[in-house]
């Protein structure tokens, strides 16, 4: 059960809220700030997975490494560094890139054959990010 809030409190923390929520999601400053604790997090992340996933061949083990999962939950502010370490390397993307976009470009021809699908999704890449 939830302590009981009076409602000036109540008042004062929805104002607090939408003052915070006003200038945080509009200050570029903010937002660049943002984007870089992110992108630190995403690299040191994305290393981790792969200095622990490079010696196994399950597709399976790969993406359900805990790092692997903690990248997908950094949500969509993840999505372009994840093409760019898409575009430089061979790494098993395909799976988060779905899990946080919701979209899945591979076309049905290419499943299976890596650099037709990862064509698929850097192609998705320059019309949706």
Do not use: C
Not at 23 to 29: A, N, T
Not at 88 to 96: G, K, R, V, Y
Not at 112 to 126: H, P, T, V, Y
């Amino acid at each position: 059960m939830t302590p009981a809030i009076s409602i000036y409190a109540q008042s004062i923390k929805r104002n607090y809220d939408y003052t915070r929520n006003f200038y945080y999601r509009d200050s570029v400053y903010l937002n660049l700030l943002r984007n870089v604790e992110v992108k630190k997090k995403f690299e040191k992340l994305s290393s981790i997975w792969k200095i622990e996933t490079m010696l196994t061949s399950s597709s399976s083990d790969i993406v359900n490494n805990s790092a692997y999962q903690n990248i997908i939950k950094l949500g969509p502010i993840a999505l372009q560094f994840i093409i760019d370490d898409l575009k430089s390397n061979d790494a098993l993307w395909f799976f988060a890139l779905q899990s946080i976009s919701g979209e899945n470009p591979i076309k049905k021809e290419h499943q299976g054959i890596f650099s037709l699908m990862k064509q698929d999704w850097l192609n998705w890449a320059e019309n949706n990010l």
